[in-house]
C-alpha cells in the first residue's frame, strides 16, 4: 500500500524554466512533509518541508505548496538550473507515529541546458 | 562537522549468508533509520531507532533486524540473504524531534548472487 506516490517518474525541464513535481498522500494522518534530492551513488539531501498547518513554504529557488484537501504536495524549482537534475523524493511525517517517515518512489527531473 | 557515516560502501553476499551493516549517525543525534532502496520501489523504511529503542517498524520479514548502541551508532542485519534483498540500503539520522530534516549517509550497495 503506496501511502506516498509520485505518478511521473520522470521530467524534463529547459534550463530557466519552472519545474513542478508532483506528490499525492493518502493517509490523513501525515502532518509534516519533506523533499530530498538525490544524486547517483549519493544519500539523499534534505531540501525543504511544510507542517500541515501552512500551506507553502519557500526557501531561495525551492517552494513546496500543500493543498490538504487533496492531500496533494508540489514542489516548486524557478528557475531550474542543470546542477538540479537528480532525483526528488517526497516524504510524509505521521507525528503521533514517533516520527515514521514515508516516502514516495521519486520523481527523475532532468534539466537540458 | 562529520555527516552519517556508513560501512562498507559495496559488499557482495551469496544467497543464505547474512550481513551486518554499520551506521555511525551525526554527532548528538539519537535518532538513526533505516531504508532499502531498489529500482521503482522508492525507499522503503525498515526500522527507526531513538536512544537504543526501537520506535517504529516497516513491513519487512524478520530477517530484518537492527540495533542501536549507548553511543547511537546503529546496526542492520540481514539473515539468510536472498536475490531480492539486493539494494542500497540508506541510513538517516536526526536529533530526533519532529521537524528536523534527515541526513543521510551514502548508503550500503549489498548485491545478492
Known amino acids: 500500500d503506496q501511502q506516498v506516490k509520485q505518478n511521473s517518474p520522470s521530467l524534463s525541464v529547459q534550463e530557466g524554466r519552472i519545474s513542478i513535481l508532483n506528490c499525492d498522500y493518502t493517509?490523513?494522518?501525515?502532518?509534516?512533509f519533506l523533499w530530498y534530492k538525490k544524486y547517483p551513488a549519493e544519500g539523499p539531501t534534505f531540501l525543504i518541508s511544510?507542517?500541515?498547518?501552512?500551506d507553502k513554504n519557500e526557501d531561495g529557488r525551492f517552494t513546496v505548496f500543500l493543498n490538504k484537501s487533496a492531500k496533494h504536495l508540489s514542489l516548486h524549482i524557478v528557475p531550474s538550473q542543470p546542477g538540479d537534475s537528480a532525483v526528488y523524493f517526497c516524504?510524509?511525517?505521521?507525528?503521533?507515529?514517533?516520527?515514521?517517515?514515508?516516502f514516495g518512489t521519486g520523481t527523475k527531473l532532468q534539466v537540458i541546458p | 562537522k562529520a555527516g552519517v557515516t556508513q560501512t562498507p560502501r559495496y559488499l557482495i553476499k551469496t544467497r543464505g549468508q547474512q550481513v551486518t551493516l554499520s551506521c555511525s549517525p551525526i554527532?548528538?543525534?539519537?535518532?538513526v533509520s533505516w531504508y532499502q532502496q531498489t529500482p521503482g520501489q522508492g525507499l522503503q523504511f525498515l526500522f527507526e531507532?531513538?536512544?537504543?529503542?526501537?520506535?517504529n517498524k516497516g513491513n519487512f520479514p524478520g530477517r530484518f533486524s537492527g540495533r542501536q548502541f549507548s553511543n547511537s551508532r546503529s546496526e542492520m542485519n540481514v539473515s539468510t540473504l536472498e536475490l531480492g534483498d539486493s539494494a542500497l540500503y540508506l541510513c538517516?539520522?536526526?536529533?530526533?524531534?519532529?521537524?528536523?530534516?534527515?541526513?543521510f549517509g551514502s548508503g550500503t550497495r549489498l548485491t545478492v548472487v
Open positions: 538517516a539520522s536526526s536529533p530526533g524531534g519532529v521537524g528536523y530534516g534527515y541526513t
Open positions: 493517509n490523513s494522518m501525515f502532518d509534516y
Open positions: 511544510i507542517s500541515s498547518i501552512k
Open positions: 516524504a510524509a511525517i505521521d507525528s503521533g507515529g514517533y516520527q515514521k517517515v514515508t
Open positions: 554527532s548528538g543525534h539519537r535518532s
Open positions: 531507532y531513538f536512544s537504543e529503542t526501537q520506535r
